[in-house]
């Protein structure tokens, strides 16, 4: 299992940025997808979750609720991370994760608690 996080960069408060995390050699569709991130001197933490298509139930920690939105792209084989109204305190290393046989109603806990194969992070500084 191969992920691969792309999209952060530099933005400005207010802004919005979209992040990817693309799959390789497997089919990302069957799998729970989640998205972490960890600023300097912070623990990681859970962003946003998404359940394998058989369910589709997304997870949205209290921070990031109502602003960002998970989602998949199928023909792609990826799963997107679209961040909205961006704040300094988003600034982070952003992580893509997956998970499988886990079911639904663990996907907030795996959320939190992190999942069992990683991506390289991908860099999101919110600045003016």
């Known amino acids: 299992v191969q992920l691969q996080a792309s999209g952060g960069g530099l933005v400005q408060p207010g802004g919005s940025l979209r992040l990817s995390c693309a799959g390789s050699g497997f089919t990302l569709d069957y799998y729970a997808v989640g998205w972490f991130r960890q600023a300097p001197g912070k623990e990681r933490e859970g962003v946003a979750c998404?359940?394998?298509?058989?369910?589709?139930?997304?997870y949205y920690s209290d921070l990031t609720k109502g602003r960002f939105t998970i989602s998949r792209d199928q023909a792609k084989n990826a799963v997107d991370l679209i961040m909205n109204y961006l704040e300094p305190e988003d600034s982070a290393v952003y992580y893509c994760?997956?998970?499988?046989?886990?079911?639904?109603?663990?996907?907030?806990?795996?959320?939190?608690?992190?999942?069992?194969?990683w991506g390289k992070g991908t860099l999101v500084t919110v600045s003016s």
């Open positions: 998404i359940h394998s298509i058989s369910d589709g139930t997304t």
């Open positions: 994760a997956a998970d499988y046989g886990y079911g639904s109603a663990q996907l907030g806990v795996r959320c939190r608690d992190g999942m069992d194969y």
